[in-house]
């Protein structure tokens, strides 16, 4: 989509996202000034992906009947925005809680750069199967559809994604995303979630 701006006045910003050139036209009288602007459609994540600034963390679990897995996501002195996504075999939850305690922080996960090209790392850590002594408080909790059926291994269709809206997370914060098992068989399941940072 191209927008043309009409300024009564010669002088230009090239401040304008996706600024190309200026204009000048006059009616005989007075002169006005054409700035073309060019909206790119890319969005704050495809920015940062491009700017090697974007990351993935994900994880597939095996979990038994009944039970639940954990994943800590323990930040630094910025901020995190995240969208997450959560996929499973048979009906489950799926909790985030915020200001989490533990005493060990379990297996550390690798953030991937989306850019394959950039060298860039993230200083905020991951872990799964930590060690929790308070999950903290409750931000948001929802059911995880999965396959149909009394046992998980007989159902029908699998888990859908969810957690698409955006979290802006606190620096210097504990948080704990938390996958249950509501079946009464063993099932597979993951999370994963992209972010950047401040």
């Given at each position: ?100 305690t533990v005493s060990a922080n379990g297996t550390e996960l690798t953030a991937i750069n989306n850019n394959r090209s ?21 931000l948001c909790a929802f059911v995880v559809p999965g396959g149909a059926g009394t ?48």
């Open positions: 989509m191209t927008r043309t701006f009409i300024n009564a006045d010669t002088s230009v910003s090239s401040s304008q996202p996706g600024y190309i050139t200026g204009t000048n036209v006059t009616n005989g009288s007075t002169k006005f000034c054409l700035d073309t602007v060019v909206n790119d459609h890319l969005d704050r994540i495809h920015a940062r992906t491009h700017q090697g600034k974007a990351f993935i963390v994900s994880h597939i679990f095996s979990i038994a009947a009944s039970t639940g897995v954990d994943v800590l996501l323990d930040l630094t002195s910025s901020t995190l925005h995240t969208a997450f996504q959560v996929c499973t075999g048979a009906n489950s939850y799926f909790q985030l809680f915020e200001g989490a950039a060298g860039t790392t993230t200083a905020h850590k991951f872990y799964f199967t930590p060690t929790v002594s308070n999950d903290g408080s409750t046992f998980a291994a007989g159902g029908e269709g699998g888990g859908l994604p969810r957690g698409g809206a955006e979290w802006v997370l606190a620096a210097s914060t504990k948080y704990l995303c938390r996958l249950t098992n509501r079946s009464n068989a063993a099932i597979e399941g993951s999370i994963s979630f992209t972010f950047y940072g401040n």
